[in-house]
């Protein structure tokens, strides 16, 4: 079957079948044809507005475009559609057009090139995208927020270094997360407004000769404006790299929360136990229950940020205007909103159905001397400046691990033989302040992981959520 083509007068001879399957891309645009026909339909109602078309002839278009548009949808979900059909998803709308209305369906391409069609298809798919996973976003917030609230005084060991350093809360480290996504959202939120201009109108790089309302458009497609530049408009795709960088940021976010994830749900931490649901088992090992939601966010972190590299590198070395080259930004793209959009609705699943061990938690960080930071804050409130005091605790931990005790299980004697140079030591008082929740509780400032100060953070982002 030959395929549709939107050219042709100017040859001689039929493109080569190898180069006809290596040039068409409808097995991937084919996910832009109801943003095609939506383009195609505001722009014939503006060549009628204009009077560059009768108002029979649009009419007879719009009800050809609309039956197109319902049969291929039909045919899309009923597994029935032929991809060899048509070179691209404008060639494939104006050929079925023109059978179903006859000849005046050639009519629709007055006044426009693909290279505009397929820019004002570009925007529309990717601003219905992104409100799509903006949507996700803010129910994947809300998830971590009551999470948060549920565990403000989940005490739990903080890492630096993959080192046990202080005493915190489960809460306050899912907040860091919230917050990783409240910015992507924004960054998302803020794209927006460079998504959402029209190019339609810009012709093949040029503008048209005919008298085109490209603010009718513009308006009729929901755009905040058209563009002020034509090649701009064909050539542009930085909307495009902004959205798989943000896409990437937010993989990046999520793929740190996995590598905590897997650490946490492992035997050596025992922090939490994912739900059967979201792991699988070991073929040969039959005890194993493998994390492999969180391992393959990990993994696909990487692919998608293979896409944002690739259209960088795409990009990079074209001259205005349009370039075949282009055909390359939709792949990637389509494959990253795909993987993320699947990866937003099951993760806040796996996070809301898994148990969270507060015991072991709390054990975690009641060890390794994590409360050694407030000891020496302790010291330099006592008027010893902090570098002494440090020293002064490193001395105090050298002691403890030898004896095989923690700070808080020092005695009288040995505090007295330990600090009793440099302050009135009260064994009773520094066990107190050297619980596990008091060193906690000590951070109250802005931010900290106090508990009440994470109850304040909680709030305020409920507010933010419910504004949303």
């Known amino acids: ?39 195609s339909l505001a722009h014939v109602k503006m060549l009628g507005k204009q009077n560059i078309l009768s108002e029979a002839e649009v009419k007879k278009i719009i009800e050809g475009l609309k039956s197109v548009k319902n049969d291929l949808e039909a045919e899309l979900e009923a597994g029935d559609f032929d991809f060899n059909e048509a070179e691209d998803i404008h060639s494939l709308v104006e050929a079925r057009l023109t059978a179903k209305i006859g000849e005046i369906g050639g009519k629709l391409h007055t006044g426009r ?10 925007r529309l798919y990717l601003r219905d995208q992104t409100e799509q996973i903006m949507d996700q976003i803010l129910n994947f917030m809300q998830v971590i927020l009551d999470l948060a609230e549920d565990h403000s005084e989940t005490v739990m060991p903080g890492y630096t270094h993959l080192q046990r350093a202080q005493a915190l809360t489960f809460g306050h ?58 090649m701009d408009g064909v050539s542009d795709r930085d909307f495009v790299l902004e959205f798989l960088a943000a896409v990437s ?21 025992s922090f939490i136990e994912l739900a059967d649901q979201y792991t ?5 090992m039959p005890q194993k229950k493998n994390p492999d939601l969180a391992e393959l966010v990990r993994g696909k972190t990487g692919r998608v940020i293979g896409s944002l590299n690739q259209l960088m590198l795409t990009i990079k070395g074209l001259a205005l205007a349009y370039n075949k080259d282009l055909q390359e930004d939709k792949e990637g793209l389509f494959d990253s909103v795909n993987t993320v959009k699947i990866i937003l609705k099951l993760y806040p699943q796996m996070l809301k159905t898994m148990t969270v061990k507060k015991e072991k938690m709390r054990e975690a960080a009641a060890t390794g001397f994590l409360n050694a930071t407030e000891l020496a804050d302790y010291l330099a409130a006592n008027g010893i400046p902090f570098r002494q005091a440090h020293q002064i605790v490193g001395e105090a931990v050298l002691y ?29 008082e520094l066990k107190e302040k050297l619980s596990v929740e008091a060193a906690v509780n000590s951070h109250s400032t802005l931010g900290g992981p106090a508990f009440e100060e994470s109850k304040r953070v909680i709030s305020k982002e409920k507010e933010f959520l419910t504004a949303k």
């Open 1 to 39: 079957m030959t395929k549709s083509k939107l050219w042709g007068g100017r040859f001689e001879a039929n493109t080569s079948e190898l180069m006809e399957q290596f040039n068409a891309s409808l097995p991937f645009d084919i996910n832009l044809m109801k943003y095609d026909i939506e383009g």
């Open 113 to 122: 090139s693909r290279n505009d069609q397929v820019a004002v298809d570009m």
């Open 173 to 230: 480290h899912l907040l860091a997360y919230y917050f990783k996504l409240k910015r992507d959202y924004e960054r998302f939120e803020d794209s927006l407004k460079r998504v959402n201009v029209s190019p339609l109108g810009s012709g093949a790089l040029a503008g048209s000769s005919f008298d085109l309302d490209r603010d009718f458009t513009a308006k009729e497609l929901g755009f905040d404006r058209a563009c002020e530049n034509s």
């Open 249 to 269: 940021n937010l993989m990046i976010h999520l793929s740190r929360l996995s590598e905590e994830v897997i650490l946490w749900n492992s035997k050596e931490y």
């Open 280 to 284: 699988t088992g070991s073929s040969i």
């Open 400 to 428: 403890a691990s030898q004896k095989e005790k923690e700070l808080d299980q020092l005695q009288q004697q040995e505090w007295e033989e330990l600090l009793g140079e440099y302050i009135d030591v009260n064994a009773e």
